[in-house]
């Protein structure tokens, strides 16, 4: 079946590095997601990792894909109160060409 | 137009009556998709099209539910008979078929359906 998972909340204070977590169930997906989602907006695409890649390094963001376990990570180092937001998970579900979301992490950054 | 438009941003209707809402996608963007967000939640697939046709509405909760693409552009989603667990934010998003694929979703604003 189709489904992506992760933690509902992390809080962090200003600084830290945040990491969030998620887990999802189709081995042969082909790329993984991060959208960020801010009040009042719509999703945005925050980075990508293509599934032959273990990571991925976009200034403050990395990205870590273990497809042994099926588990995808994204850390931001430095975290600012700008980066308080819902993170999703994605991935393409290659039964087709629909991308499947999780519930969204909602990320608090305490200043 | 530059990025995806939604209309409209907000509808209130009452249990029972029907309702359109549209997407005008990305120009050149070949595939539409239709999400439905509820609060607190992830955005949840409802239909996929590519070109004018539907290629997977596997996510369309029942028949009360259908979609629409005839030139293969603007969409419309349209709900009969509302009921009030259809209240939620109708997510439309476009993605560009060919190219260096990367498979980036780009989202609307949404719409936010409320049934009293």
């Known amino acids: 079946g189709e489904d992506v998972e992760q933690s509902l909340f992390l809080s962090v204070r200003e600084g830290d590095s945040s990491v969030i977590n998620c887990t999802y169930t189709d081995s042969s997906s082909t790329y993984l997601y991060w959208y960020k989602q801010e009040p009042g907006a719509g999703l945005q695409l925050l980075t990508y990792i293509f599934s032959n890649m273990d990571m991925k390094q976009d200034q403050r963001l990395t990205v870590l894909l273990n497809k042994k376990d099926k588990h995808l990570s994204l850390r931001i180092a430095d975290t600012q109160t700008g980066d308080s937001a819902i993170y999703f998970c994605?991935?393409?579900?290659?039964?087709?060409?629909?991308?499947?979301f999780g519930a969204g992490t909602r990320l608090f950054v305490k200043a | 137009g530059a990025g995806v438009s939604q209309t409209p941003s907000n509808k209130v209707t009452e249990k029972g009556k029907y309702v359109e809402l549209r997407c005008d996608p990305i120009s050149g963007h070949t595939a539409l998709y239709w999400y439905r967000q509820s609060l607190g939640q992830g955005p949840e697939f409802l239909i996929y099209?590519?070109?004018?046709?539907?290629?997977?509405d596997s996510g369309l909760p029942n028949d009360r539910f259908f979609a629409v693409r005839p030139e293969g552009s603007v969409s419309t989603l349209k709900i009969q008979r509302t009921e009030r667990g259809d209240s939620a934010v109708y997510l439309c998003?476009?993605?560009?078929?060919?190219?260096?694929?990367?498979?980036?979703?780009?989202f609307g604003e949404g719409s936010r359906l409320t049934v009293l």
């Open positions: 994605a991935e393409i579900y290659t039964g087709g060409f629909k991308t499947i």
């Open positions: 099209f590519q070109g004018t046709g539907a290629a997977d």
């Open positions: 998003a476009s993605r560009i078929r060919s190219g260096s694929y990367t498979g980036e979703l780009f």
